[in-house]
């Protein structure tokens, strides 16, 4: 009985004020979609830094990196390997040249690999062409080959310290899990790099992928009782300190914008219906 009289009283006012009890609904939806739109906006961002950060580093666990610009010799690439618990060294060779395309040039950072292996620890996806086999052969980032116009089988030259060489551009790459760009990267085969740069057998990098069964910090010990002087041991840079304090901070930033989103929401729904009772 009580309730005849609330439900005839709410249906009179729904009658004399209509857009009242719109706005009370809109005021609702809107309140709670805000909250919906925060939270899928959250989780997307979450889900785009850890794609970041993984296309960056790959799947390295550990990489041992030159103290000096020289870089350090390539022989430490079969120590590193018969260590237990490695399950793969990639070595590789970066430095920065001058890349010419016919009369266009731009700096690029040349990268020395070894294609047989090297995506076990870099995250790209061979879009056009194949990976470099023989020393005059070049793999460019496609948005960098766009750039500057090169298609397949064009020739390049790239200006270094060894001189001016001359390369024929057999594929091309972008990053693999994210749109994020690798930038202006050209790969040669490793003994291609260490001629172009006349580095003689160093290498500057070697990433190390740990095997699933051993531990990680007991594997890095090992290593790091075995290695020369003036190479240094250290998780990759995208797993380091640094970047985990980045990722922190951002996670602070994210669960601030949960919070203002629900209480605006709050706020909004407590007022409006706060107008329609009185």
Do not use: C, W
């Not at 719109?22 to 309140?31: D, E, K, N, P």
């Amino acid at each position: 009985r009580d309730s005849m009289p609330l439900a005839k009283f709410s249906l009179r006012e729904v009658r004399a004020r209509p857009s009242r009890v719109v706005l009370t609904f809109l005021s609702i939806a809107i309140g709670v979609g805000a909250v919906v739109a925060v939270l899928l906006a959250t989780s997307t961002s979450r889900l785009a830094q850890r794609e970041m950060l993984q296309a960056i580093s790959g799947s390295a666990d550990l990489e041992l990196i030159s103290d000096s610009v020289a870089g350090f010799s390539y022989q430490l690439v079969g120590q590193v390997r018969e260590i237990e618990g490695v399950a793969a060294a990639v070595p590789s060779l970066q430095r920065v040249a001058v890349l010419f395309a016919g009369e266009k040039k731009a700096r690029t950072q040349v990268l020395g690999i070894d294609p047989r292996i090297d995506q076990k620890v870099r995250d790209y996806e061979v879009v056009a062409g194949r990976l470099p086999q023989s020393l005059d052969e070049l793999l460019l980032d496609s948005s960098f080959a766009q750039s500057l116009q090169i298609e397949l089988d064009d020739t390049v030259k790239i200006l270094a310290r060894g001189g001016l060489d001359e390369f024929r551009v057999v594929g091309m790459v972008r990053p693999g899990g994210t749109s994020i760009s690798l930038g202006s990267a050209a790969y040669l085969v490793l003994p291609a790099a260490q001629r172009v740069f006349k580095s003689g057998s160093n290498v500057d990098q070697i990433q190390l992928i740990v095997s699933e069964q051993s531990d990680v910090a007991q594997v890095q010990a090992k290593i790091a009782a075995e290695l020369p002087d003036g190479v240094t041991l250290r998780k990759p840079r995208t797993s380091s300190d640094m970047a985990q304090e980045t990722l922190f901070a951002t996670e602070n930033g994210l669960h601030m914008a949960i919070a203002f989103a629900l209480l605006i929401s709050t706020f909004i729904i407590y007022n409006t219906f706060q107008m329609s009772v009185g």
